[in-house]
Structures are given as C-alpha cells and as structure tokens.
C-alpha cells in the first residue's frame, strides 16, 4: 500500500513558468512533509518542508501548499528554471523517530 | 543539522559477493535508516536501526540479505550480501534530529556484475 501518491510522474514546463506538484497521503498521523531535490547521480536535498499547522510555506520561488482536510500537499516552483530540472520526491512522517515514506518522484524538465 | 559521511561513494561487485556500506555522522543520533533507490525509482526503506538492539526491517527485506551493525549513537553499517545484478541500486543512510529534520548521506552506487 503506497502511503504517499505523487503526480505527475513527469512534467516539463517553460522556462520562466510555473511547476506544480501534487502529493496526497493517507495515514493522518503523518505530521512532517518535505520535499526534497535530487540531481542525477546525487543523493536527495531537502528542498522546502512543512508542518500541518500552517497552510503554506514559501521559501524563494519554492512554495508547498498543504490542504490537510484533503490530506494533499503540492510544490509550486515559480519563474522555473533550467536549473531547477531535477526528479522532486514528496515525502511524509510521523512524530517522533520515525522514517520517511516516499512518493514515486517527479521528473521535471525545465525548457528554455 | 547533522553530516553524514557514507562510504564507499560507488563499487562494482561479482555477483555472489558482499558489500559493507558504512555511515558515521559527526554527532549522536537515536535513530539511523537505511534505503534503497533502485534505478529511476524512489527510495525504499530497507530498515530502521537503533543502537544496541537488533535493526528492524521493513516488508520484503530480511536481515539475511541485508545486516545492519549500530555499534554506536554516530556509527552504522549495512551489508549487501551474496549480490546479484538486482541488487545494484544507491543505498542510502539517512539520520533525524528533532527540529533540523532528515538528513541523508550522498549515497553509495553499488552495480553488481
């Protein structure tokens, strides 16, 4: 059973454009949800995280907006960037010690 | 937050053989996890280790395969055993400390030949 669904599994985008990424989870003791960056043949970067208290988190052009009624969050990348092009995984967890579960990825290409 | 130095960075292995993937993280920390990122996939929790008690492993794992050592609060080791061409992925520690969140060594590139 997939905790975690991340769409779309790819996106390309315009350069200057908006990238927007979804996530919707289902265990309702999740209470952590970062995003994290990953270039090809590095290991992933925390990018922006968020906690169900608030309803968005900005930090420079990256955004996570959390629905928690919905039990969704998504990252908005504004004025994108070819720089930007990367696989994005949402992920969530539990308080306390506990693991993080992740979504399938995203692969975004940025194009100028 | 926390800084993790795993090693090796990468390896190419006979099959049948074992790899020792290790992390050590400049300070002390409960809890260390273990993934896997098979190629153009997620990352995968192989297991949670705790020091001073035998690791626990996630579905689909068993400690047969994948031995985990936690000698220490700073140190942790995962072996990748009796290797076949499946098993090359990254391996990935990974540590959480309160406030400052996850953080992640830079991975091990492990192909098996």
């Known amino acids: 059973q997939q905790q975690v669904k991340q769409s779309p599994q790819s996106l390309i985008v315009q350069k200057g454009g908006i990238s927007i990424i979804n996530c919707a989870y289902e265990?309702?003791?999740?209470?952590?949800f970062p995003w994290y960056q990953q270039f090809p043949g590095k290991g992933p970067a925390l990018l922006i995280a968020?906690?169900?208290?608030?309803s968005e988190k900005k930090e420079g052009r990256f955004t996570i907006s959390f629905n928690k009624s919905a039990k969704q969050f998504s990252l908005h990348i504004m004025d994108s960037q070819p720089g930007d092009s990367a696989t994005y995984f949402c992920a969530a967890s539990g308080s306390g010690n506990t693991p993080l579960v992740f979504g399938k990825g995203t692969r975004l290409s940025v194009i100028a | 937050s926390a800084v993790i130095s795993q090693k090796p960075s990468r390896d190419i292995c006979q099959r049948g053989t074992s790899l020792t993937i290790q992390c050590q993280v400049d300070s002390q920390v409960t809890m260390m996890f273990w993934y896997r990122q098979q190629p153009g996939q997620s990352l995968t929790l192989i297991a949670t280790?705790?020091?001073?008690?035998?690791?626990?492993?996630e579905s689909g794992f068993v400690i047969d395969k994948f031995p985990i050592s936690r000698p220490n609060l700073t140190f942790s080791t995962l072996t990748v055993s009796n290797m076949s061409p499946e098993d090359s992925s990254i391996y990935l520690c990974?540590?959480?400390?309160?406030?400052?969140?996850?953080?992640f060594g830079s991975g091990t590139r492990l192909t098996v030949v």
């Open positions: 990974s540590v959480v400390q309160g406030s400052y969140g996850y953080t």
């Open positions: 280790a705790n020091q001073g008690s035998e690791a626990t492993y």
């Open positions: 968020i906690r169900p208290d608030v």
């Open positions: 265990n309702t003791a999740f209470d952590y």
